[in-house]
């Protein structure tokens, strides 16, 4: 098996791909070739280029669908034979003409073969006059195909026809000719390494008697030997006379015909340089012509300028009778001629006022099919028509006078804009594809040269709206310019005035700031003398029971009952007594010391310390406090700051009763829970509400409804200020059944901040 890869190296040139496409055109018309080439995925431009080659997959796969298409198993070897054709050799024909006889030729093969593919290696053996060995040997076993040995052997034979020159045509071969016989011995395809041919042809009369020459000398050196031997003087004598003459007559004869085969030859490469400058010439002019319309592109303005361009150097330069150019309207519709020469005003006349429809499927004119299809159309003879063209278009030409004619189409971006047709009136040689090549390249360069005059056209028209556009924006700018310009001065006027202003705010704030302090420390204040009340409420039984004890010690002194049992009684209660004051004091030490940084704490000890410092003033004051405890929620914050604002809750409610429940029972509620991922203290009390009107004002700072001289008004603003700014929670208001409820809302600690909203 060959390599995978080499199946998608390039190794035939488009040489060989040529001569199938040129026998397709000449055979096999109706065969589409854009099918066919799209099948093997080739594109038409490819083949064309002689510096292209072609994978093996390619070529298997364009042989596979060209046997489909056209019902041939052996096409292959008549692209062989298509090969050595004069329209496929032109030029190179005569050149190897030149060499006299086929073995010559054989002798290129070693070397010729390398430019055309790169898939085997080609050895060639010349066995005799009329007799040639070649042995193909490919670069990877199983890499070609059976059908690339047909095509060698049909080259093989073209090769030895080439010099009958009575063959015009090798794919259409006369009945009598006698092929070249090409054994094939040895064959890849049948398990042997290497494709072995032997290619036999009949010998040329110049070959036999070149053969007759020979053998004549040597029976005539054999005669006149044995007449020295065996004969006389005088039979001697006569004997080479006889042999010189006949040697003389026969060498003279087989100098002419070799001299007849040699000018012959030379003939031929005469003919074949005649060609070779011929078509150079040709190329040269046309590479002057293209080179002449290119170097236009840069300096034309307008779509007229490159067509007067091109029609006057196609007239200069082509070796063609007339020519012209059509493109289409806007519509699409029609063709109408922009430009021609070598037409006279008449014709002119009658072109101009025929409609050339091209938006029509059915019109089967040749301009509007080379429009419609994009491709082009060489019609060398007029006699007879062409299928799908319509007889109008021949009429049309005829009616002008021309003898063959070209139409291309000219194409932008895909899109047809136009038809290049020229023609000759009288005969000349016939036009070939490399007429169609040069008209088609004309045409491409007239769509360049259009396309490039129309971007020019949109470059400057760009141009001339971009430096409107400039104008119009630098005057908006010079307005703008003047308009930023008063508007600073208004800026900086404004900017003097909020500095003014934001100096009287930033006094206004220290002012808030200090009375925000002033409220803090009367707060504070405020808090303290209530605690050192309940303070006092709380010593009073300690020390009412303290001066019992002490009334009590010389009673039982002198009734004789004063034991040490008793004293250590008497003292244990004491220090029991002592201690719970110092408890107290300690609570009251640790609720006034500043807290100094955030920690997280049980609200439900908070609340009990707190409650222990205000139960008894509240006894004694015969408020009833209930405690509602649900759970033990855990905050992060200020525990003393938290304590000041129950406190500041529970003051509120005490006042409340104390005002609005005269001779009623009397009685605050404290219930802990925990809500959502959030710690909720709840105090209410049954002192009759709050009334809605004043509900919203309640946490105003100085907002009192107790008289100036029971109430400061900053407790529920203090309390509000400290859960939303530093427990970043919220506090509110409302009514319910016998009263008002607080209630304290707290993410517990690792939760969120909860949003603070007012009452």
Request: aromatic share 8%.
């Amino acid at each position: 098996m060959e390599r995978p890869s080499l199946r998608n190296t390039p190794l035939y040139n488009s040489r060989i791909m040529n001569s199938y496409l040129q026998v397709i055109k000449r055979k096999y018309s109706y065969v589409d070739l854009k099918e066919l080439l799209s099948y093997a995925g080739i594109k038409e431009y490819e083949v064309a280029d002689q510096s292209h080659w072609f994978t093996q997959n390619q070529v298997d796969r364009f042989h596979e669908k060209l046997v489909q298409l056209t019902g041939n198993p052996h096409i292959a070897r008549e692209a062989g034979r298509f090969a050595a054709s004069p329209v496929a050799l032109g030029a190179m024909r005569h050149y190897i003409l030149g060499l006299i006889d086929a073995a010559s030729t054989f002798k290129m093969i070693n070397s010729a073969s390398a430019n055309i593919t790169r898939s085997s290696r080609y050895e060639s053996r010349k066995i005799s006059s009329n007799k040639v060995e070649v042995v193909v040997t490919p670069v990877a076993p199983g890499l070609e195909r059976p059908f690339q040995c047909e095509n060698r052997i049909g080259f093989f034979e073209a090769i030895v026809l080439i010099f009958n020159r009575k063959i015009p045509d090798v794919l259409r071969l006369p009945q009598d000719i006698h092929l070249p016989q090409v054994q094939h011995p040895e064959c890849m395809f049948r398990g042997d390494p290497v494709c072995r041919y032997v290619v036999t042809w009949e010998k040329t009369f110049f070959g036999y008697l070149r053969k007759f020459r020979d053998y004549a000398f040597i029976v005539l050196l054999l005669a006149n030997l044995i007449t020295v031997l065996f004969g006389t003087w005088v039979l001697l004598r006569e004997v080479l006379l006889a042999s010189f003459c006949l040697a003389l007559i026969i060498a003279i004869f087989t100098e002419r015909s070799e001299k007849k085969a040699l000018r012959a030859s030379v003939n031929s490469t005469r003919e074949s340089i005649d060609e070779l400058l011929t078509q150079i010439d040709l190329n040269y002019n046309n590479a002057l012509l293209l080179n002449e319309i290119g170097r236009g592109l840069g300096s034309y303005s307008s779509t007229r300028e490159v067509l007067s361009g091109v029609i006057e150097a196609m007239a200069r330069r082509l070796d063609y009778d007339r020519g012209m150019i059509l493109l289409s309207d806007r519509g699409r519709e029609r063709l109408q001629v922009q430009g021609s020469f070598g037409y006279s005003a008449a014709q002119l006349h009658r072109i101009s006022r025929l409609p050339f429809r091209v938006d029509r499927p059915r019109a089967l004119t040749i301009l509007a099919r080379t429009f419609r299809e994009q491709r082009p159309f060489l019609v060398n003879s007029l006699e007879n028509g062409d299928e799908g063209i319509s007889r109008r278009s021949f009429a049309l030409q005829r009616g002008l006078g021309a003898s063959s004619f070209i139409c291309a189409p000219i194409i932008i971006e895909e899109e047809s804009v136009g038809v290049l047709a020229v023609d000759n009136v009288k005969r000349k040689k016939p036009l070939m594809e490399s007429d169609i090549s040069l008209i088609m390249g004309i045409a491409s360069v007239i769509g360049i040269s259009i396309r490039n005059t129309e971007l020019m056209a949109d470059l400057k028209k760009g141009k001339e709206e971009l430096e409107m556009r400039v104008a119009q924006r630098t005057e908006e700018l010079l307005r703008s310019q003047k308009e930023l310009s008063l508007q600073n001065q208004e800026l900086q006027e404004a900017y003097r005035a909020v500095a003014v202003e934001t100096e009287g705010r930033i006094e206004a704030l220290e002012r808030l700031r200090e009375q925000e302090r002033m409220l803090i420390l009367q707060s504070r204040q405020a808090a303290l003398g209530e605690m050192l009340s309940n303070i006092a409420h709380q010593w009073r039984q300690p020390l009412n029971v303290l001066g019992l004890m002490v009334q009590e010690l010389p009673v039982m002194y002198d009734i004789g009952t004063f034991t040490s049992e008793y004293l250590d009684e008497t003292v244990a209660k004491a220090m029991e007594v002592i201690t719970y004051m110092s408890r107290t004091i300690d609570d009251f030490r640790n609720l006034v010391r500043p807290d100094k940084e955030k920690i997280p704490f049980h609200v439900r000890e908070v609340l009990e310390r707190t409650l222990s410092l205000v139960r008894e003033s509240f006894a004694a004051l015969e408020i009833e406090l209930q405690v509602d405890l649900r759970g033990d929620p855990v905050i992060t914050g200020y525990q003393n700051e938290f304590s000041q604002v129950l406190f500041n809750l529970l003051f509120n409610a005490r006042d409340a009763l104390l005002e609005r429940n005269a001779g009623r029972e009397k009685r605050v509620t404290v219930a802990v829970e925990t809500e959502e991922s959030s710690a909720v203290v709840r105090v209410s009390d049954n002192a009759g509400g709050i009334p809605e009107e004043i509900l919203e004002k309640i946490f105003d700072p100085y907002f009192t409804t107790k008289g100036p001289d029971k109430g400061t008004g900053i407790g529920l603003y203090m309390a509000k200020n400290i859960i939303e700014k530093n427990l970043k929670g919220k506090v509110t208001a409302r009514n319910v059944g016998e009263g008002a409820e607080f209630t304290i809302q707290v993410k517990v600690a690792g939760s969120a901040t909860i949003d603070a909203e007012g009452p």
